[in-house]
């Protein structure tokens, strides 16, 4: 309970410690409230009960309430919950009155519950794809490490589709790139042959070339630079302009 006393009489309270005292509550709730309401949302609706992984999908969940993850949409359009708190506290200040704050929370604050249950939702899906990506990090770690070079060289050419070239810029047939392809390699078995970029590159020389900005070419392009830094391979990556045929036989 907190009671509200204002005595200054030359200044009008609304103008004064109204506002100031609404913006310190509306801070104080997520300094102190926002973290724990989200650990119970973890826990009671998606049955998180592990402390280490509730920490991880938290502070997923700070990162987007901070707009701070780009690539994921917005919970409710507009909604600033700095603002919604310092609305609500702000209907409710009012000198010479007592507040009983621990209802107010329960009773009061339902949309900005209702925001933080959306936000811990697009949070654990985010958890749960970088726990996947993290999986594929390892099998294909395991991979380059356990699968020995088949080739002296493979070009990899992305023009919308993926298409295989050996070192004598000769394109792979269909037969050849399902002779090379591992089965073990589990994240690729449900793939097309076209598409098991991983299974066709067991090679001493990579050469990628794309003038593709897609997700999907930047982040292969990133795991075969890191796996075969540190290896007697290795991987060129080159970019060619938008819009420009991507051949192999003018190459030198």
């Not at 200054?8 to 300094?31: C, R």
């Not at 998606?46 to 780009?70: C, M, W, Y």
Request: with cysteine; net charge negative; aromatic share 16%.
């Amino acid at each position: 309970m907190i009671t509200v006393r204002y005595e200054n009489h030359e200044v009008d309270f609304y103008d004064s410690f109204h506002p100031f005292l609404a913006s310190i509550f509306a801070d104080y709730v997520i300094e102190t409230k926002e973290d724990e309401w989200l650990i119970e949302i973890a826990e009671d609706l998606f049955f998180f009960t592990d402390a280490e992984e509730q920490q991880q999908i938290v502070a997923i969940a700070q990162s987007i309430l901070e707009g701070d993850r780009k690539g994921i949409p917005s919970m409710k359009p507009h909604f600033d919950r700095r603002a919604f708190l310092y609305e609500a506290f702000a209907a409710h200040l009012d000198p010479e009155t007592t507040f009983y704050y621990e209802p107010f929370l329960t009773f009061r604050l339902k949309e900005y519950g209702e925001v933080l249950i959306d936000c811990m939702e697009l949070a654990i899906d985010e958890y749960l794809m970088e726990q996947d990506y993290q999986t594929m990090i390892e099998n294909l770690r395991h991979y380059i490490r356990l699968t020995p070079a088949q080739r002296p060289m493979v070009h990899i050419i992305h023009d919308g589709m993926f298409s295989f070239y050996d070192e004598h810029f000769r394109k792979f047939t269909a037969d050849e790139m399902e002779y090379y392809v591992k089965q073990e390699l589990v994240f690729e078995t449900n793939l097309d042959l076209s598409e098991m970029v991983i299974s066709h590159s067991s090679a001493w020389r990579l050469v990628m070339y794309t003038s593709s900005q897609m997700n999907q070419t930047i982040a292969l392009s990133y795991l075969f630079k890191r796996f075969f830094k540190n290896d007697s391979a290795s991987f060129h990556f080159i970019k060619v302009k938008n819009n420009h045929k991507i051949d192999l036989h003018n190459k030198s």
